[in-house]
């Protein structure tokens, strides 16, 4: 299978398949990339997201975070350790949940906007 991708980005990353057959899986492990799709071959060599999905994770998740406290203070005034317990909580579920789907959109845009394959090739 030979030139660029077949399924759109965004499903590319929400179901962390492969950017250019859709089927094959993105991943080895939680956040590990595998080598190579199983099913088209398509190597992942390169593809590299470095800290970008966790910012994009943390920075709007911040903002999110921050006005759902204020709401919960202002509109219930629970206890100070409610928030201790539901604010630490609430971001690890939700970094936890969000880390390989950003993850595969931006190796679905790497895949699809660079040529990771020539320039992984060009530096070896």
């Known amino acids: 299978m030979d030139g660029k991708p077949t399924i759109?980005?965004?499903l590319a990353g929400v179901l962390c398949r492969c950017p250019r057959c859709g089927r094959g899986s993105l991943f080895d492990r939680y956040i590990t990339i595998a080598p190579a799709?199983?099913?088209c071959?398509?190597?992942f060599a390169g593809h590299d997201t470095g800290d970008g999905p966790a910012f994009f994770i943390i920075l709007p998740l911040s903002i999110v975070m921050a006005v759902l406290?204020?709401?919960v203070e202002v509109n219930f005034e629970p206890p100070l350790w409610v928030h201790w317990i539901l604010w630490p909580?609430?971001?690890v579920l939700a970094v936890g949940g969000l880390l390989r789907?950003?993850?595969?959109?931006?190796?679905?845009?790497q895949y699809r906007y660079r040529?990771?394959?020539r320039?992984?090739?060009n530096q070896q």
Not at 102 to 109: D, Q, S, T
Request: aromatic content about 4%; overall charge negative; hydrophobic content about 55%.
């Open 69 to 71: 406290a204020l709401l």
């Open 89 to 91: 909580t609430f971001t």
């Open 101 to 109: 789907p950003v993850k595969a959109i931006m190796v679905a845009l």
């Open 8 to 10: 759109p980005v965004l």
């Open 119 to 121: 320039d992984h090739s």
């Open 41 to 43: 071959g398509l190597s």
């Open 37 to 39: 799709c199983a099913v």
């Open 115 to 117: 040529d990771v394959e």
